[in-house]
């Protein structure tokens, strides 16, 4: 089976081809165009802004994708595309265009879940998921605790109840000045600052449930550096060590919690978090030394792709399904 997927829920244009045999995944392209040059001036995404830049790339996207692949567009066995959550704007442009190919190339149209499928980014690795498991799921706009029974049956039993952890992520890098997005900006600095340097809270880490919360987090962090009198770079450094090992705590701790009273087998990483290699290896130490097998999609593959959107297609049937883009939509 061959899946062009299509991705344009928020700051990424992006197509791929994937390739099913027997089960097996091979990605034969997966063509993402950043638009983070365009947003960094304004500090974050803009969203009319994105939906007009996806305009532009979107048919060059699909193409790249096609011929890197050495496909044309009558291998293809159905089109998958995000049709939500995301910005309502930046959604459109996929779901139009994926329709209009759909219906002039006469081919099947799944619209898919964008959390689901960065869930099914660690599908990619091929490796064999042993179920029940738990997945933390960790994006700019979700933090999630997903239980998995299956492949396909799954239920979310946590969540963040206001900011997700990539966005306190992205906030305390904006406070640090140091540009956008800011996952990858503080994880690089921390490397070189003192994770106890700076005491921040741990919330909710010992509360009997799995939800997560990052807004006072990212408070105390202001808070904090508005003491500060002078803010150089050791100690930006030890403020983005500091604040990391604080989320990374609470997300380590309420998903092994959720693992062991679940009585899973399995933990899995994903989303565009779980780019962050401290937040890698602690999940996979813990979840290892907790006796649980550990999953995590490859590390280009968990921020947004259409990799993954073609994945979760595989998944999901695909007769009489009604398209629309739904930037609200959840596991
Ligand atoms: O999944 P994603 O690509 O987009 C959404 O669906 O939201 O996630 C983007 C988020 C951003 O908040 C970004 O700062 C964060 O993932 N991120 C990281 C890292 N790389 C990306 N956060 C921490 N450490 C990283 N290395
Ligand atoms: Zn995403």
Redesign the pocket.
């Known amino acids: 089976m061959i899946i062009l997927g299509i991705e344009t829920?928020?700051?990424?244009t992006a197509a791929a081809v994937l390739e099913i045999k027997q089960g097996k995944f091979k990605v034969l392209s997966n063509i993402v165009s950043s638009q983070i040059n365009l947003h960094k001036k304004y500090g974050g995404v803009v969203p009319e802004l994105a939906a007009r830049m996806h305009t532009e790339n979107i048919i060059e996207v699909v193409n790249q994708a096609l011929s890197q692949a050495k496909i044309t567009p009558k291998n293809l066995n159905k089109i998958a595309v995000t049709a939500g959550?995301?910005l309502i704007t930046a959604l459109l442009v996929g779901v139009q265009t994926a329709k209009t190919l759909a219906y002039a190339w006469n081919k099947p149209l799944v619209p898919i879940n964008?959390?689901k499928a960065?869930l099914y980014a660690s599908w990619l690795e091929n490796k064999k998921i042993t179920f029940p498991a738990v997945a933390l799921l960790?994006?700019?706009?979700?933090t999630e605790i997903i239980y998995l029974k299956s492949n396909t049956t799954m239920k979310k039993i946590g969540q963040t109840v206001d900011d997700?952890?990539?966005?306190?992520?992205?906030k305390v890098?904006a406070l640090l000045k140091l540009g956008?997005?800011?996952?990858?900006?503080?994880?690089?600095l921390a490397q070189k600052g003192n994770n106890k340097a700076f005491k921040f809270p741990r919330p909710m880490i010992n509360e009997n449930n799995f939800n997560f919360s990052f807004a006072g987090l990212k408070t105390a962090v202001l808070y904090t550096v508005q003491k500060i009198k002078n803010l150089n770079m050791q100690t930006k450094a030890d403020l983005a060590a500091s604040f990391?090992q604080a989320?990374i705590d609470v997300l380590v701790s309420k998903t092994i919690k959720a693992a062991k009273q679940h009585q899973v087998k399995t933990i899995i990483l994903s989303?565009?978090?779980?780019?962050?290699?401290?937040?890698r290896q602690t999940l996979e130490t813990q979840a290892k030394q907790n006796g649980f097998n550990f999953f995590k999609p490859p590390h280009d593959l968990?921020?947004?792709?259409a990799a993954m959107i073609a994945a979760a297609a595989y998944f999901e049937k695909d007769k009489n399904q009604k398209v629309t883009a739904n930037p609200n939509i959840s596991i």
């Open positions: 829920s928020c700051d990424e959550p995301g964008h959390m960065h960790v994006s700019g706009g979700h997700a952890a990539g966005e306190a992520f992205d890098a956008y997005p800011g996952g990858p900006k503080i994880s690089l990391q989320s989303g565009g978090v779980a780019a962050n290699k401290l937040l968990c921020t947004d792709n």
